[in-house]
């Protein structure tokens, strides 16, 4: 059964502590995906990355950072996590461009709570 | 710029009736793909639909169909003959053909199946 897993389902973090957020998938997919979900809100689109080492800004990115040093794992940092980043984090995988590319396939999710 | 609305917040139905989700989509692409996803209770959104615009044909599978307007704009999901199992938040998205990867979505309808 394909998946991807994110390490934490519930974390706790204080003020200004650094986050890292981890996602794997073993699908060997070439895209993977950080979302943010808020009530009323939807998904919103942190960061992507094409390929290893590759990322782009999504439409959320400021307060975070993103790790793809192997092509399965998908890092979100937060650098110093604030109270307005408490929220659920999703993590997506897809496949090359063409057909497949925009099918994602995501992880159960991280809801974070910054206290 | 993409948008998509859904204007539903939550609906509440009894086992066994049929419950329509609404969605309304604004894009300037001539191109593009809408899509439906289910996020149950346990958090991972599951893929449901995949439409691309230049087909208007409504989709049928089991309990589910989609009805695709594109003069309105529209793609509503409709759940035949409701069950509890279908209790959950449904996303629908949209991306464009040119950077397909990156979808945008909907706020979601908390759809509630009571017995």
């Known amino acids: 059964d394909v998946k991807v897993t994110q390490s934490s389902r519930y974390l706790v973090k204080r003020t200004g502590e650094k986050v890292f957020l981890e996602c794997v998938q073993d699908?060997?997919?070439?895209?993977m995906f950080w979302y943010r979900q808020d009530p009323g809100l939807g998904l919103r689109l942190i960061y992507f990355?094409?390929?290893?080492?590759?990322?782009e800004k999504g439409d959320i990115p400021e307060g975070y950072s993103v790790s793809r040093e192997k092509k399965e794992r998908f890092s979100l940092i937060l650098e110093s996590a604030s109270t307005n980043q408490t929220s659920m984090y999703l993590c997506?995988?897809?496949?090359?461009?063409?057909?497949?590319?925009?099918?994602?396939?995501f992880g159960a999710g991280s809801r974070l709570t910054v206290l | 710029a993409q948008k998509v609305t859904q204007a539903q917040t939550e609906i509440s139905v009894v086992e066994k009736e049929d419950v329509t989700l609404d969605c309304v989509y604004e894009?300037?692409?001539?191109?593009?793909?809408l899509f439906w996803y289910k996020q149950p209770p346990s958090g991972e959104l599951v893929f449901l639909i995949r439409?691309?615009?230049?087909?208007?044909q409504n989709e049928i599978s089991g309990r589910y169909s989609w009805n695709f307007q594109k003069s309105t704009s529209s793609f509503n999901f409709t759940i035949t003959a409701s069950q509890v199992v279908d209790s959950a938040v449904y996303f629908c998205?949209?991306?464009?053909?040119?950077?397909?990867?990156?979808?945008?979505f909907g706020a979601g309808t908390t759809v509630t199946v009571r017995a």
């Open positions: 997506a995988s897809s496949g090359l461009r063409g057909s497949g590319a925009n099918v994602l396939t």
């Open positions: 699908m060997d997919h070439e895209n």
């Open positions: 990355s094409y390929d290893v080492k590759m990322k």
């Open positions: 894009t300037r692409d001539t191109t593009y793909y």
């Open positions: 439409r691309n615009s230049f087909d208007e």
């Open positions: 998205a949209l991306s464009g053909f040119s950077n397909d990867y990156k979808l945008s």
